[in-house]
T-cell receptor
Framework: GEEVAQTPKHLVRGEGQKAKLYCAPI?????VFWYQQVLKNEFKFLIS????????ETGMPKERFSAKCLPNSPCSLEIQATKLEDSAVYFC??????????FGSGTRLTVV | KNEVEQSPQNLTAQEGEFITINCSYS?????LHWLQQHPGGGIVSLFM???GKKKHGRLIATINIQEKHSSLHITASHPRDSAVYIC???????????????FGKGTHLIIQP
């Protein structure tokens, strides 16, 4: 399809619980990105993939965050033992090198 | 460290006015994106630029690589253009298409009827 599909749209977790977010990139796009938007307009890059390989994970707090993009499955971002500060909107995007990004509609994670 | 500065942070204008939003960045880039985020939260990619100028409908984006500066213009602005406009850059220091973007803090535009 021509959209990046993110699920769920909203997720509420108690502090310390696990959260798992999913992203189906556009078919044929080789690159997948995860971004975290906190407050209104503060975007933070988390991780990128080239096909199923991690390309850059410098933005990931690795002690609790992990991500995968396996063949024939949606990509996933998992947060173990969520903290209040993880509350944010998590955006997935996909692209081919010379074309613009397409963003998903985001997953709003609320940790209570 | 790559920094992306946008101005103005907030802009309120009357319907029909010509709008300009500016973006400056501090390192060499391979591409610059202009994004639009509506109050509902969805992000739309408006332009990806590496040089020159692009036009789509009433929107025009320009970039000056030497000056590390880009502008987004909206002609004949309309209340439906009200949104946050975000500049984001892909640095050129590493190769490949999987480099993460660095974002500006956005410009909150309100067009009043």
């Amino acid at each position: 399809g021509e959209e990046v599909a993110q699920t769920p749209k909203h997720l509420v977790r108690g502090e310390g619980q696990k959260a798992k977010l999913y992203c189906a990139p556009i078919k044929g796009h080789s690159y997948v990105f995860w971004y975290q938007q906190v407050l209104k307009n503060e975007f933070k890059f988390l991780i990128s993939f080239q096909n199923e390989n991690v390309f850059d994970e410098t933005g990931m707090p690795k002690e609790r965050f992990s991500a995968k993009c396996l063949p024939n499955s949606p990509c996933s971002l998992e947060i173990q033992a969520t903290k209040l500060e993880d509350s944010a909107v998590y955006f997935c995007a996909s692209s081919q090198t010379n074309y613009g990004y397409t963003f998903g509609s985001g997953t709003r994670l609320t940790v209570v | 460290k790559n920094e992306v500065e946008q101005s103005p942070q907030n802009l309120t204008a009357q319907e029909g006015e010509f709008i300009t939003i500016n973006c400056s960045y501090s390192v060499g880039i391979s591409a610059l994106h202009w994004l639009q985020q509506h109050p509902g939260g969805g992000i739309v990619s408006l332009f990806m630029l590496s040089s020159g100028k692009k036009k789509h409908g009433r929107l025009i984006a320009t970039i000056n690589i030497q000056e590390k500066h880009s502008s987004l213009h909206i002609t004949a602005s309309h209340p439906r253009d009200s949104a946050v406009y975000i500049c984001a850059v892909r640095p050129s220091y590493s190769g490949g298409g999987a480099d993460g973007l660095t974002f500006g803090k956005g410009t909150h535009l309100i067009i009043q009827p």
